[in-house]
């Protein structure tokens, strides 16, 4: 049988906030968290701009930005939730960006001749590769002690991580998850690599204007980073013990485009697909659909095929449910993206708003949905479909549901 | 614990095994995927990984008489990829600076391009799990796939993994991490394995079980550690081959009764017993 889903508990380490509070305030009033990077020089670069965690390495207790971002955020998540730590029958499923390793270490290491360091906590650190560390660390820490999964399929992760979560609580395979993602590549390889590809904006003045979600002038995603966590169990559970329900969550699916390695499908089937799959799974059709939590990354191809995807799964409602799109604020979380845009529309579903797409000012004649461009919009919401379609053509969709259901 | 046991009618089939591997020292031997591409001209992205992906997954959809039509929706892929590659000329290149970089190297890097590459060579457009790094982590990929087929999301699951090793970057790590490989151990690997819900002909899977141990990873790495036992007598593989040693286990070994056991060193325990016709 299968069981519903809560989300009981939140928790952000964003561009726009480092905590959930200060982040619903900043996404509700259109707050962009782009500046330009100072985490490296960047002025090699044709991208010199990022949405950075107000974060230094003062602040962290371990060399690699997102294994900060990951404890910070599940911590909040779990304190939100009412609950210290997890016990038996909890797991984890979290998506990792798995980006090499900081040119600072590899410069380091050049520096010694490609030695091995000695310290001990260095050669857990040194050129690491963060599931290593992050896993285990909020395994440990927070005594999840079910087999953690975790996801890495790109900008999908965040999004998978959360459905995978959700399926295991849904089976009844764990009865807590604690699913999210968390992720940094503002570090030269990371956005150089991106710069190389010509995948990242160069409109570097003003930063903040950079990241324009289905505008005219869109020429490609802001690098953000960032962590996001959710408290996910059994919503009669929850009930029992009377937390806090943020949301439900009704389903999930994925799939793939099989067609081009650098560009969507350019009908959007594959993103089609991954959104039928989620509603089917939901157990609703693409009436019930009350807003879009896009996936709308200011890249020129993306946003026009998610668009036309839009269009064919919603027909003659497609404008007139209100699609946004966070990653206009604090840019591209890549494997994190999923996870801190659920949360975003979450806290949409909460508060019956739904957040705003900012710097949309010339529109785009092939990107015309009802984009919600003026600031926050009241709009009662009970069902938001939320996307996260990866680079590689891996497409991954969740619905949620508002906890008090329909008014 | 996640644990599978049983026979019963509806327990998944093994219908087909594929594998490709090279050997500690055989670095320089690169498998060849141009016979399974569907865009010719994506074989400049492709690395070494993906290369090993896509033959692995192509000589396993072979094996299960499925080549030539695309796999379609109702066809999933579940994939575990290893430590990510990178070779020290390309080290190199980023010390040097923006313009010496080249631009293939961010698609040869990001974790999730063997799973896009396997899509797009056989037209899977079926749901994923797509996971890392180790051996354990096959478990995990091997349940999820067993679940989507009990549960009809699917008709037939590619579950595999792939390896790439024998490069600067995981060299260096085997090197580095607490209870140390030798570089001259490691293998490339790509293993996939098809599955289909039974009944039907072919291998399958008699358990599979997989536990986890909760660890501090600085003062309390557990020590890793793998068996191989076919019809009761050890056996073992040319080289460490990472998250591919089971899948590539069941396609040395052909045929016989399978037991692997395995306690990885980011803390799982896992078991299972296969029996290949």
Known sequence: ?407 | MDEIHGTTPADPVITGIGHVAIGPGDAGERPDPVPFLRHKKERKYMGRQDELAVVAAGRAIQAAGLAGEPLGARTGLYLVVGFIPFERADADSLLAGYDEVNPLLTFRCLPNMPAYHISACFGITGPYFVTYPGPAQFHLALDEAIRALAAGRIDRALVGAVVHQQNFLVEHHHRRIAHPVSPNTLMDAGAVIVLTQGPGEGGSIREHKITYRPHDPFDDPPVPSETFRVDGAPFSLPGIAGAASLPLALGLVGRGNLHHTLSSRDGFLAESRFVLP
Do not use: W
């Not at chain 1, 050129?127 to 953690?148: G, K, N, Y």
């Not at chain 1, 953000?224 to 937390?243: Q, T």
């Not at chain 1, 801190?340 to 909460?350: M, Q, R, T, W, Y």
């Open chain 1, 1 to 407: 049988m299968k069981r519903r889903v809560a989300v009981t508990g939140l928790g952000v380490v964003s561009p726009i906030g480092l905590s959930v509070p200060e982040f619903r305030e900043n996404l509700m009033a259109g707050v962009s968290g782009v500046g330009p990077v100072t985490l490296f020089d960047a002025d090699m670069l044709p991208t010199r701009i990022a949405a950075e965690v107000a974060l230094h390495a003062a602040d962290l207790e371990y060399r690699d930005r997102k294994v900060d971002f990951a404890l910070r955020a599940a911590a909040e998540a779990l304190r939100d939730a009412g609950i210290e730590k997890g016990g038996p029958g909890a797991g984890l499923a979290i998506a990792l960006g798995l980006e090499l390793f900081s040119l600072d270490d590899l410069a380091a290491l050049s520096r010694i001749g490609f030695e091995l360091p000695t310290a001990a906590r260095d050669r857990m650190t040194f050129l690491q590769t963060p599931s290593d560390l992050c896993i285990p660390l909020l395994a440990r820490r927070f005594h999840f002690p079910e087999p953690p999964m975790t996801l890495i399929s790109a900008c999908a992760a965040g999004t998978d991580a959360l459905g995978t979560g959700f399926s295991m609580v849904r089976d009844g395979r764990r009865d807590l998850v604690l699913a999210g993602g968390a992720d940094s590549m503002i570090n030269p390889p990371g956005l150089g690599g991106f710069s190389k590809i010509m995948a990242t904006s160069v409109r570097n003045d003003p930063p903040a204007d950079a990241s324009c979600p289905f505008d005219l002038r869109r020429d490609g995603f802001v690098l953000g980073e960032g962590a996001a966590m959710l408290v996910l169990e059994p919503f009669e559970a929850a009930r029992a013990r009377g937390a806090t329900i943020h949301a439900e969550i009704k389903g999930y699916a994925t799939s793939f485009d099989a067609d081009r390695i650098s560009r969507p499908h350019p009908e959007g089937d594959g993103a089609l697909r991954a959104m039928r799959g989620a509603l089917a799974d939901a157990g609703i059709g693409p009436d019930r659909i009350d807003a879009v939590n896009a996936h709308g990354t200011s890249t020129p191809l993306n946003d026009k095929v998610e668009t036309l995807a839009l269009k064919r799964l919603l027909g003659d409602r497609a404008h007139e449910v209100p699609v946004s799109a966070a990653k206009s604020m604090f840019g591209h979380l890549i494997a994190a993206a999923g996870a801190v845009e659920a949360v975003a529309a979450i806290l949409g579903l909460k508060s019956g708003r739904v957040h705003p797409t900012i710097n949309l000012e010339e529109p785009d004649p092939e990107c015309d949905l009802d984009y919600v461009t003026e600031g926050a919009r009241p709009h009662e919401q009970e069902f938001v479909l939320s996307n996260s379609f990866g680079f590689g053509g891996q497409n991954a969709c969740v619905v949620l549901r508002r906890a008090d259901g329909p008014r």
